[in-house]
Structure formats: C-alpha cells, structure tokens
C-alpha cells in the first residue's frame, strides 16, 4: 500500500496535480526520494513514468523519450491511463525542447485517442504554443479558443495574448489590437498584467496610433505603484502625447514628471523637453534634477542663479550642501568647501550643519589631502560632541589614518569612538578595525579585548565574526576554555552565517568543506513531516487538526495559485512563477501557508518557489536552519536533480554536496536562470567558459541554450569546478574563488596566503568574491549536517 501511494503522489507531481486532488490524504512525497533505477520493457508503467519525469527534469530529453515510450510500448498491457500521460509527457518534453513538430504529432495523438481526457485542455494550450513556434498561426489560434472553451474564464488573458500575438503575424492589426485589449482586462497578477498592457501600447505606437498607447498607460498608472516604474511610464506617455500632437497634455504630464519625480532620470529629460518648448521652470529645481541626473555643471548653473538672485533667508541649506556635492564632481575643491562652510556658518542650527562638516572632510580627501580631512573630521568630534554625526567623523578618520599606514593613531580613534559613543554602528565597525590593526601589528592580545568588545556590543553577523576570531586566538594561546565558550556563542549568534560554520568546523576539529562518511538522499518522508507538524503545532501555537500540509481552502481557491497551476500544466512556466511569486509573498509572515506552499511547489517542480516558501517557515519560527525539523531544512536546502549531480560528481571527482552548495547559490535551483554577463542554467557558467568547457569535452553542435538543460549546466559546472580543484591541488576555498573571478586571481591570493583558508579569504581583495565563498562554505556545512552520515 505504501509503494502505491508514493506512485500516486509521484505521478500528482509528475502531472501538475495536487496531491488532494487524488481524493486521499498521503503523505506528500519527494520525486527525488528514491533511488535511480535501470529501466527495463517488464518494468511497470507506473515507475517508467515517474523515471520519465525525473529524466526529463534532469533534461535529459531522450531518455525522457525512450522511457514515455517503453510506456507505450507495452500497447494493452499498460493501462489506459499510463498510455495517455506518456503520450502527453512525451508532447511536453518534445515542446520544452523546442522540437515542435514532435510536440504537435505527440499531443495530436494524443487528443485524438483521448479527446474527454481531462488533460485535452492544457493539451490543446501546449500544442497552442508549437504551433507558434512552427508559426502556424491559424491552428495556434484555433487550439487556443479551444482552450478557452473547455475552461472558460481560466487563462482567458493569457490565451488571448497568445492569440493577438498570432494575429498580429497574420497582419490582423484590428482583430488582433482587439485581442489584445481584451486579453488586458482579462484576470491575471499585476506584473504580468502591467507588462502586457505595455506591449500594447508598442503595438499601437508601431501603427502610429500615439492616443491609444496613452490610454494604456494611463491604465497602468491607474494601478501602478513603484515610483521608479511611474516615472517611467510617465514619460513614455508623455512623449506618446507630442507625437499624436496633444501638445499641452504631454508638456502638463512632463511637468508633473519633473516635479513628482526630482530624483528620476526621466525628470532630467521632462526638464528638457519643457525648456526646449520654452517653459520657465523654477531654477531650485532645475539644478536639483541636474545634480541627481550627473549633469553637475548645470547643477551648479542652476543653484548659483538661484542662490545669488534672492535672499539668504529664501535659500535652502540644502541648496549649499547639492552646491557643494556638484562643485566636488566637477573637481572645484575651493568652491565645494566654500559652499558647505555656507551652511556652517549662515545655517548653525539647521539638521544639514553636522552633514555640511563631514561633506568638508570628504571634500579634502577626495581632493587629495588626506591630513586636512582627517584634521576636519577630529575637529568636528573635538568642538561639536553632540551632534549624531560625530561617530561618523570619528569612524573616517580612523579609517583614513589606518589608509594612511598609522595604525597606532587608528586604533586611539576607534576607542575613543567606542568609548563615547558605544552603541552606535561605527563603534562596531571601528572596533573591527581596530582589531584588524592590531593584528597587523602583532598585537594579538589587543585584538582580542577589540574583537571581545565587539561582540558585547554587536548582534547577528557582526557578533559571530567577532567571537569567531575571540576563539581562534584563545585556541592560539592555549585557552581552550575560553575558545569553546566563544566558538559555541559565535554558532548561535548568526546559526546561518558564515561565521557560525566556521566556528562549528573549528570546534569540532574538521577542515573546511570536509567531506561527512556517508551520504544520506533519501529519508522516510512520513515519519518527517509528523516531526515537522508537530513542531510547527508548537511553535506558532497551530489548532488545526489533521495533517497541516495540505492546502488550506483559501490558498487552493487563490486565483494567483489557480492559474499558476493551469499555466504551470500548460507548460507555461515562466508565466506561472510570476502567478506564484506574487502568492508567495503575500504570504511570506504566515508560517502555516508558507510551510504548504513550499510542499506543493515541490510537487509541480517549481524548486525555487518551493525554496523561498520553506525559507519563509524558517524566518517566521525565528531559528536557524539546523534548529527546524529536518523535512522542512531539506526543503530550503535541497538536493534536486539529484541524478545528474550524482553523476557528474562521480565523473570529475567533485563532492556532491559542494555540487549542491554551488547550485543553491548560483542559481537557487531555477534550471532558467541567466545573469547580466551571460551566465545560463544551474552552475551559471559564462558563455566563453562554456564553449572552452565543450571543446575540452568534445561536444560538437554545442549551443549555449543547452545550458538550461540542467544535466548539461550540472556537468559543465562540474568539470570547471574540477579543473579549479585541480589546479590548485584540491584546495575548495582557491577552487572556488577561481570559479567565481577567474583561475588567474585565485593564484595571487594563493601565493599570499599560502593556501590556508582564513588567510586566503582575508586576501581575497574582491568582497563579492569573498562573499561568494563564505557563502557557499556555509551553505555546505548545512548540507552536510542534513545529508551527511
């Protein structure tokens, strides 16, 4: 009976459907949770198709097929049943793959053999979209009103933008301009709604119909809240205004742009085009806009006008503090400070007095004088102690004499920072200073009051790194009492940090990234979600009788999740993530939604919204992963794709779980994932390292899409990480310090630190890089302590 429902929920997984959907109440159960099996003709159909599936989300496209049609290959022998979800696996697999006649002839099949299936709709959708792909426009269009006739009302607004689209190339104009109007007041989530309504507003610019793109835009306004995003859409309305000649209109909306929005790009070009069609506009203003813009020559023209032109008592302390700032861009050292002494002396009790007197000592050291600015800020913490800039001041010139390579004035600053002002946040940043002065120097024993008094003084991160570096250097001088007190405090400051997997290593003795005996994939999912839902019971003080992880009504009713997972079924995927992301986080405080979102997702496949949602348990209890249930921890860190990991690894000699740590990072799962340089898929490997990672494994044909197949980005990532490792004769910290900014850096740092991991991240002179690593060794002690024996 057991075996029967892990099928059952497997294939609700596999087919998009719920696991309450299939009538009972089983524990929900991980496709990932059982091992890799060889498939053979006698193997039953129910297994096939679950091995199907994990193939296919391996994206391993042909073995996806030959399993679907081991399926159908067993003719009656199979059920009826199974030969329909291969038929239609087979169709989704060929469509993921871009193979869109395969598609076509899988799902016609399909939908001949079994037209009252209640997988025809989403079917017809799929074959919808290879039709376009193959830009067979009438037969897309015909599958896509058939869709909205089996399920009215649905995915109406996704359905008819797909139609409009298909009309368009049909050169349709009208029929599809109204196609694409209805599709916009159809339901679906803000964002897409918003985005759809501005490719509506192209398509009538493109046809040189200004009027009707404004009335789009202004229906995006109409519901429009980020500012940034206004801005935006304000001036392309603007502008679509002059065009249809609907002059005064667009000049009004211009100047509600440069007024709304003084801090925007588009109030600089508001600014323009109102000066061009001879507008006065207030000069305060137009040297506001200017200076956020970067234009700081006008900035300055436009403040000096307007300074010089009234009385002192009608000019803003604010204008002498973006005079100054402007003068400073432009390299007029004299005139920035004579502007900011303005305030100092004219606007003594103005709240830009203490602003004005750190823009002095900015002013001088970025002019080269890095005395005089330390001179500037000392005499501001010598004459005006009270003001709430002064920790401010205390804390650059710290950091100015410690630039200057005169640690003992350094460190005298940063404990009278301390001393005076103790709970601020530049007593704790002057205090690490300090202590990274001390060591310098090889004054171990200050370092060590410095770093203990930051971790009186600070919480979280700060608290871990300080205690952190408390226990190493009681361990240096042989006080192991004093180092397991402060390694164990450093753990449960930040239990997720950096600093805490440090601390944790080093108490028990281990290396960084070492390797547990044993490894652990699979678990008995049961007797795990009991321990998860009662201390979910206990934690948030739940009533609720009965297992907790099903949908509640009111997210199984949520429209957002509704059409998520019609389009999710549809194929639709990037669709239906947004539908999901916006459900997620409106509920990310609430721990029980959250915790059965992050098992449904699971379920659909949908790993990096199941992530965030587990993620939002987690923050909600207030612990650290290790202290929540394991189910619930595996779910934030979790092992999918775990067939072509596995893999991977044992091919290049990589440690799974590093594997692991590495993906979560880079990608967090999205298979989908790309970044600005180019970076694809699971591993994020750049476009020229990808094509020299294809000639060294000897891939012919090989295209950069391939790396959203995630057995592809898995091996790709693995074989580079292994050449780092290589290189660097199995060092992780260089290895992946190499991953991240290049073989060539990672060398230097290696050179200088002498392959030890403390001092290789303390020379490691990128903070992304450094991050990056610290990042991915924390994230690899959780994996461990969950999946290793």
């Known amino acids: 009976m057991t075996r029967i429902l892990t099928l059952l929920i497997g294939l609700c997984a596999l087919f998009a459907l719920p696991a309450s959907a299939a009538g009972a109440d089983p524990v929900p159960q991980n496709v990932w949770n059982w091992p890799e099996q060889e498939p053979t003709p006698q193997t039953p159909p129910d297994t096939l198709l679950l091995m199907a599936e994990r193939a296919a989300l391996n994206g391993q496209y042909e073995q996806a097929v030959q399993l679907f049609q081991l399926v159908l290959d067993q003719g009656d022998a199979a059920p009826a049943e199974a030969r329909a979800q291969a038929t239609v ?7 993921r793959e871009g193979l869109f006649i395969e598609a076509v002839n899988s799902l016609t099949a399909f939908l001949d053999q079994y037209p009252d299936d209640a997988r025809a709709a989403p079917a017809r959708f799929l074959r919808g979209d290879a039709y376009l792909g193959l830009s067979l426009w009438d037969q897309a269009i015909a599958d896509f009103r058939a869709y909205m006739n089996l399920k009215p009302g649905l995915l109406d607004s996704y359905a008819l933008e797909r139609i409009a689209d298909a009309q368009l190339a049909l050169g349709q104009l009208e029929t599809a301009l109204a196609s694409y109007n209805e599709a916009a007041s159809a339901s679906r989530s803000l964002i897409p709604q918003v985005a759809l309504r501005e490719r509506v507003a192209q398509v009538y610019l493109a046809n040189n119909r200004p009027a009707e793109a404004v009335a789009q835009y202004d229906a995006i306004l109409a519901v429009a809240q980020n500012l940034a995003y206004r801005a935006g859409i304000e001036l392309l309305a603007a502008r679509a205004e002059a065009d249809a000649g609907l002059i005064e209109p667009g000049l009004a909306r211009m100047e509600r742009i440069f007024t709304t929005y003084p801090n925007r790009p588009e109030a600089y070009f508001a600014m323009q085009a109102l000066e061009a069609a001879g507008r006065t506009l207030d000069g305060y203003a137009r040297g ?70 750190l823009e002095q000592g900015r002013t001088l050291f970025q002019g080269g004088d890095t005395l005089a600015a330390i001179d500037a800020y000392l005499r501001i913490a010598n004459t005006y102690d009270y003001l709430t800039q002064t920790p401010e001041a205390l804390y650059r010139a710290g950091f100015l004499y410690a630039s200057l390579d005169r640690p003992t004035e350094a460190r005298g600053v940063f404990e009278r920072l301390a001393g005076n002002y103790p709970n601020t946040a530049q007593a704790v940043d002057g205090l690490m200073l300090a202590a990274s002065e001390a060591l310098k120097a090889g004054d171990t024993a200050a370092a060590e009051r410095y770093f203990s008094e930051v971790a009186a003084k600070a919480a979280g991160e700060d608290r871990a790194q300080a205690l952190l570096q408390v226990g190493r250097m009681a361990i240096a001088r042989g006080d192991q009492q004093i180092a397991g007190q402060a390694l164990s405090q450093a753990a449960a400051a930040a239990p997720d940090s950096y600093f805490a997997a ?34 979910l019971r206990s934690t948030f003080a739940l009533t609720q009788e009965g297992a907790l992880w099903p949908l509640s009504p009111t997210l199984a009713e949520d429209p957002r999740l509704v059409r998520g997972q019609a389009l999710w079924d549809a194929g639709a995927h990037d669709e239906s993530r947004t539908e999901f992301d916006d459900l997620i986080s409106s509920y990310e405080t609430d721990p029980l939604a959250s915790y059965q979102l992050a098992i449904y997702f699971r379920g659909l496949g949908a790993y990096q919204d199941s992530i965030v949602a587990a993620a939002n348990v987690i923050r909600a209890a207030n612990v650290g992963t290790l202290d929540a249930p394991r189910f619930i921890a595996r779910m934030r860190y979790p092992a999918y794709y775990l067939d072509a990991v596995l893999a991977a690894a044992s091919r290049f000699g990589v440690d799974p779980l590093l594997m692991f740590s590495l993906i979560r990072h880079e990608s967090l799962f999205d298979t989908y994932a790309t970044a600005a340089a180019g970076e694809k898929g699971l591993t994020q490997v750049i476009p020229p390292t ?18 959203f197949r995630p057995s592809v980005s898995v091996e790709f990532g693995a074989y580079y990480l292994s050449e780092q490792l290589n290189g660097f004769d199995g060092n992780v910290t260089a290895a992946l310090a190499g991953y991240n900014a290049g073989p060539g850096r990672a060398i230097e740092w290696m050179n200088l630190s002498g392959g030890d991991h403390d001092q290789f991240l303390t020379a490691i002179s990128i903070d992304s890089t450094r991050t990056y690593v610290q990042r991915i060794y924390s994230f690899y002690n959780i994996y461990r302590a969950l999946y290793g024996g």
Not at 505 to 516: C, H, R
Not at 690 to 705: Q, V
């Open 89 to 95: 696996g087979l169709g989704k697999a060929a469509l």
């Open 690 to 707: 990808a094509d020299y990672i294809a000639s060294k494994l000897g891939l012919t044909g090989f295209n950069h899409n391939l790396l």
């Open 288 to 357: 506001v806009v200017a200076f956020n813009y970067g234009d700081y020559p006008l900035a300055v023209e436009a403040l000096t006008a307007y300074s010089t032109s009234r009385a002192l008592s009608e000019v803003p302390a604010q204008l002498h503090l973006l005079l100054g700032r402007a003068y400073r861009e432009i390299g007029n050292t004299q005139a920035a400070l004579t502007a900011f002494q303005t305030i100092v002396e004219q606007y003594p009790t103005d709240e830009l007095f203490g602003d004005a007197l």
């Open 502 to 535: 440090r601390a944790r290593d080093i108490s028990a003795n281990l290396a960084p990234f070492a390797a547990p005996p044993t490894l652990n994939w699979f678990s008995d999912d049961s007797a795990a979600v009991a321990e998860a839902e009662s201390w």
